[in-house]
């Protein structure tokens, strides 16, 4: 698993009504790119977060977000609820529901590539049919083709955090 980008800690800013404590719940949000390799490369980004307690899943959690004022300390009268799950885990359980996400999309992509791949190699093979000593040559040109066209998927982490949000407004 390749990790790049940063990771924060933002509080939800709330005003609290009266002197009442207010319990901030902690989410793990990440931002996913799922690259689809072939002869062509295709990225989709994901965004999910997880509920640090009751190991809710949502999606499309980056938009949830953006509705939210956010600031990197926490507001006054508030207090953030422990973590029941701890956030190495739910980044491991985040980035196994997108790996399985990446597998089930449709993979008329990779079938495409493998073809474009055979026919290509049955090419190369009446190139070099009828020569003698090109043994080497032959190789080298098979592993390229072989590197250009097998269908390959890949996740890179580009960005999340932990994410204190007051619970009466939802994920």
Avoid at 25 to 40: C, H, Q, T
Avoid at 56 to 62: G, L, P
Avoid at 156 to 162: D, S, Y
Wanted: some cysteine.
């Amino acid at each position: 698993m390749k990790q790049q980008g940063r990771f924060i800690r933002l509080y939800e800013r709330v005003k609290p009504l009266t002197n009442n404590q207010i319990a901030l719940e902690p989410w793990l949000g990440l931002n996913v790119k799922i690259s689809y390799l072939a002869d062509r490369k295709k990225d989709k980004l994901l965004s999910l977060g997880l509920h640090l307690i009751r190991g809710e899943v949502i999606e499309q959690f980056q938009e949830k977000l953006e509705t939210r004022e956010l600031s990197s300390q926490i507001p006054d009268y508030c207090f953030t609820m422990s973590t029941m799950i701890k956030p190495e885990s739910g980044v491991k359980r985040l980035y196994g529901l997108m790996e399985r996400y990446a597998h089930e999309e449709p993979d008329d992509w990779a079938v495409k590539a493998v073809q474009k791949w055979k026919e290509d190699s049955e090419l190369l093979n009446q190139f070099y049919e009828g020569t003698s000593d090109t043994s080497v040559e032959y190789e080298i040109e098979r592993q390229a083709l072989k590197t250009l066209y097998e269908p390959k998927i890949s996740l890179t982490i580009e960005n999340g955090g932990l994410f204190y949000l007051q619970q009466k407004r939802g994920g």
